[in-house]
Structure formats: structure tokens, C-alpha cells
């Protein structure tokens, strides 16, 4: 097991806001995958509920099948006021960990996990739309580079919906409901995790999405990722019995915590989560809106929860966390490592 960089779930302080030509949300597409004249375009029609297929077993019986995780929501919505400068220029979700954007490692993830849309949180103050775009162009200049990191959304739908008012998770969550029917990711935008550290040439996404979609096959239950962490009371930390979760308290006194298993921004929420969010309100819960609804599931039909082994958590949400985050990914990197302990032995040494 590892520590994590102190990850936090991203703030949200915007202005009210309707988007790009007076919407909310809107479906965005490279070029590579749609004509441009889709940009900017919203449906007036409801979701489609996604088809339940059923399979022939040997004996004859029909087994109903999973839904299948289509959907991903990337939660980038929150200004991000302890990376300031920067992050007033340049969303935090963007910022490169050495030398690749923190929100394309989460959109290859999302898409490895086998979804076709992603849903991203935005606020009026950010512009992610260089990276949602084609850039296909670029492949010229550098095609030693991976062409997924080039253009991260290439083989997936992309969706911008802005929360307008700062209303945490849950509320972050809520803004693209109307656009997702079924099960669906969640991935905070200021939270990687990986399981290994691969180059640009040669890109392997990370399988905590993976993960827990391969669980609720399994299951049909929600769940959740869990890194151990040295200092639980800084995180949601909860208890297991096998891989049900029996407890879950928000950054709890140190001789309170349940473990030291805390929440690492993976999540994967089941159909019924719009019902809940109305069920356990924000003017109830505030911020802990996602707190009461993963209790609610722990309750009642069961929330799982999945370990990450030998998974490295990194935070783009302060420059201390940052700064560690870039060193220790470099050292893992294979292109990086020698130059960089190198160079590290000099400097301590003067």
C-alpha cells in the first residue's frame, strides 16, 4: 500500500452561469469523430433507458444481464483557490503531471473502463476545450506520443454541463443526470490513481475505473474505490466486512476511524441516484449529499467497496501535494527516473 497526496474533493465557487448559447450543457465531439456543426448542440429529447439484455444459459435459463456502464462523469467544476495563480489562467483538471494533463489521464481511464460518453463538470471560469478538441494535427509533430494522449476524448462523446451554484458533489453529480440513464462512473478531476507509469509512447491507462465496473458486473451494486492512507482522519474512511462497507465516517478523530481505507475520488453510482439526491437533500445534507446516499446504499442493498493495491493517488488540488505528486511519478517513470535521481543525489548534496 501506498500514500496518497492529500486528494480533496474539488470546490465548486461559481457565479450563475447557463453555459455557451444559453445552456446548462452541452455535447461536445472532435472533429475527428463528428463535423464541427455538432458542437454546441443539445438534445431536446430524454435519454434513451439503455437496453437489459438477457443470455441462454446450457440448461436453457435466461440470466439477465448487468447494465452496462456507458457513462462517466468527470467533476471539474471548482475554481481551485489553493493553486491560485495558476489555476486562475489554467484549470487545475489540466495541469500536466510532468508532462501529461491531470483530466487526459481520467478520460483514458473512463474509456479503458468501456465507456462511450463523458460527462465533464464545468464552471463558466474554465475552458477545456483545446483538450476535448481534435488535436490530431500535433500527431506530425511528435509521433513517438501515444495518440490518445494527443487527443484524450477521441473515442468517446463529450458532454459540458456547469454547475452553477457551488453545491458539492452530490449537486456536481446532478448536473448531468438529465443526459445519463443507468449506472455511471464518477471520477473527481483533481484525483489520479494509477496502477502503473507508463511513458507517452507508450500510454497505459490506469484500471481503477476499470475496476469497479468489472465489480458491479459481478454484483449490480454501487461502489467504491479505497486506497489506504497513513493519516485517515483527512478523508471519508470506512469499515469492511468481505467487501461490504458497514461504516463510513468523514474525516473522523484519529481514535475514531473505522481503518485507514478512505474514499479516492473513484466512485461508480447506479441508476437510482437521482431519486436519492432528492431524497436526501442538499438543504438536509449539505456538502455530505454523497455521504447519505452511499449510506443509504450501505443500508439497504449493499455498497461495495474495492481496494487499490499498489495504486498511487495524486493531487492536483495544492502545490505541496502537486510538487510531491510530479517528483514521485517522475521517479516512476522509466524515461525520467535515472536523469531525475541524478540530479536530486546533486542538489541535496550541496
Known sequence: MVSPMSPIEP???????????????????????????????????PPMPPPRGVTLESHGAIVEQMAAVEDAIIVAGGLGSRMLPASGMVPKESLPLV??????????EASHAGVKRIHIISSPAKDFSSIIADNSELENIRKDIDSNLISPFNDVDVQVHIQSVARGLGDAINCALHSI???????????????????????????????????????????????????????????????RITTIIEKPNPEQAPSNLALCGRYLFTEDTATLLKNYSFEDHGELQSIAIQKHWMNNNGLIGVEYENFK?????????????????????EDLADDLIGFISKITQR
Open 11 to 45: 470546490e465548486v465557487k461559481v457565479a450563475s452561469f447557463q453555459g455557451p448559447f444559453g445552456e446548462r450543457s452541452v455535447n461536445v465531439k472532435p472533429t475527428k469523430i463528428a463535423p464541427a456543426t455538432a458542437i454546441g448542440f443539445q438534445s431536446t429529447l
Open 99 to 108: 508532462d501529461i494533463p491531470a483530466i487526459s489521464h481520467l478520460a483514458r
Open 181 to 243: 440513464s443507468g449506472p455511471f462512473l464518477v471520477l473527481l478531476g483533481d484525483n489520479i490513481v494509477l496502477d502503473n507509469y507508463s511513458t507517452p509512447s507508450n500510454y497505459i491507462p490506469s484500471n481503477a475505473s476499470k475496476l469497479l465496473v468489472d465489480n458491479f458486473q459481478q454484483n449490480g451494486l454501487p461502489c467504491v474505490g479505497l486506497i489506504a492512507v497513513e493519516d485517515p482522519q483527512n478523508y471519508g474512511v470506512v469499515s469492511l466486512n468481505g467487501n
Open 313 to 333: 493517488w495524486y493531487d492536483s488540488g495544492n502545490p505541496k501535494s502537486w510538487i510531491r505528486s510530479q517528483i514521485d511519478y517522475a521517479l516512476n517513470r
